[in-house]
């Protein structure tokens, strides 16, 4: 039975969590799911991973899965806001880029795309930037 979700959601935390330590006075609260309420800056992996491709041949299945990793910031009206997601943007693009195997070491992760929307907590909205950072295994099939 595999456990790659659950080895993709621990990745992504030692991910975010390495982005915390070398840069904690920007990047203060991490989660490895949506926190109940929001303390910015802050990034979580949303609780619900995707599982857009699955293929078999006759020897292997392979998956490949999508996280979601949500950075919040201020509120949106604060243009220093903009600037400081663009720094943890480029940091979280980085951090995943230098940590394929963080998941497991016969996976790979990476990041493939980063899109942007705003998280709504309570009467308050929030800049997010969503990097998608996909999860890559290969299983044998008996």
């Known amino acids: 039975m595999s456990t790659f979700r659950a080895q993709l959601r621990a990745g992504c935390k030692t991910v975010i969590d390495s982005v915390a330590a070398a ?3 920007i990047l203060p609260h991490t989660y490895d799911h949506r926190p109940a309420t929001f303390r910015t800056p802050a990034i979580f992996v ?6 857009p ?16 990793v949500h950075i919040v910031n201020k509120l949106i009206s604060n243009d220093q806001a903009a600037d400081e997601q663009d720094v943890l943007v480029d ?5 995943f880029t230098d ?4 998941a497991s070491s016969s996976s ?20 997010c930037s969503i990097v998608f950072v996909r999860g890559r295994i290969q299983e044998g099939r008996s």
């Open 53 to 68: 491709s699955i293929t078999h041949d006759s020897g292997t299945r392979s998956r490949d899965l999508l996280a979601a």
């Open 99 to 102: 940590q394929p195997r963080a």
């Open 23 to 25: 840069n904690a006075s």
């Open 108 to 127: 790979l992760i990476e990041p493939v795309s980063v899109d942007g929307h705003e998280e709504i907590d309570g009467d308050a909205s929030y800049a």
């Open 91 to 95: 940091l979280v693009v980085d951090a």
């Open 46 to 51: 949303d609780n619900n991973i995707t599982q």
